[in-house]
T-cell receptor, first 114, second 112 residues
Framework: GAVVSQHPSRVICKSGTSVKIECRSL??????MFWYRQFPKKSLMLMAT?????????EQGVEKDKFLINHASLTLSTLTVTSAHPEDSSFYIC??????????FGEGSRLTVL | QKEVEQNSGPLSVPEGAIASLNCTYS??????FFWYRQYSGKSPELIMS????GDKEDGRFTAQLNKASQYVSLLIRDSQPSDSATYLC????????????FGAGTRLAVHP
């Protein structure tokens, strides 16, 4: 099946710094990717839809200036958490539709902000 | 705004028993429904998808959909300890099947 890969799987950073998370579709092209955030023991919350070649669409309550999304190619979307704070510590997961329409998830990236 | 409701559990069942997981949704026009399994610290993986009323079976898993009552369930037969995970019900936010809204998930514990 289609594979979506995320990097890094874990990242620890100091408060105030920015962190970039990459999401790649390995064997298919993805014009649209989705970014989710999951807090401990909570469900996945859709943050934004990443569109290749155009601006991302953010869900209500998600700060677009804080969570910068770039989808520069058909196989890569990046999420940058700018000026990270401890409350941004979370599990960030990307997803993309494979060629058959099924939604595949990346392995997730756990961000810890000290 | 669509809502997807699940009992958070934990649902504890003995090994070999049938585990029954339920989900209700608020949007009457939803056409696609998905069950994902998520192990602790891992990302979700698709278990079942169902689009029509009735039952859909895949190995030990059976998804049941009742659009009139707006619920979808997942049955796991012959439960194994390896089935212990959180099961997430998901419904598309739009008419397609890409932008999903997830329920809070039901934690299943299968004990030997």
């Amino acid at each position: 099946g289609a594979v979506v890969s995320q990097h890094p799987s874990r990242v620890i950073c100091k408060s105030g710094t920015s962190v970039k998370i990459e999401c790649r579709s390995l064997d298919f092209q993805a014009t649209t990717m989705f970014w989710y955030r999951q807090f401990p023991k909570k469900s996945l919350m859709l943050m934004a839809t990443s569109n290749e070649g155009s601006k991302a669409t953010y869900e209500q309550g998600v700060e677009k200036d804080k969570f910068l999304i770039n989808h520069a190619s058909l196989t890569l979307s990046t999420l940058t958490v700018t000026s990270a704070h401890p409350e941004d510590s979370s599990f960030y997961i990307c997803s993309a539709n494979g060629n058959t329409g099924e939604l595949f998830f990346g392995e997730g990236s756990r961000l810890t902000v000290l | 705004q669509k809502e997807v409701e699940q009992n958070s559990g934990p649902l504890s069942v003995p090994e070999g028993a049938i585990a029954s997981l339920n989900c209700t949704y608020s949007d009457r026009v939803s056409q696609s429904f998905f069950w994902y399994r998520q192990y602790s610290g891992k990302s979700p993986e698709l278990i079942m998808s169902i689009y029509s009323n009735g039952d859909k079976e895949d190995g030990r898993f059976t998804a049941q959909l009742n659009k009139a009552s707006q619920y979808v369930s997942l049955l796991i037969r012959d439960s194994q300890p390896s089935d212990s995970a959180t099961y997430l019900c998901a419904v598309p936010l739009t008419g397609g099947y890409n932008k999903l809204i997830f329920g809070a998930g039901t934690r299943l514990a299968v004990h030997p």
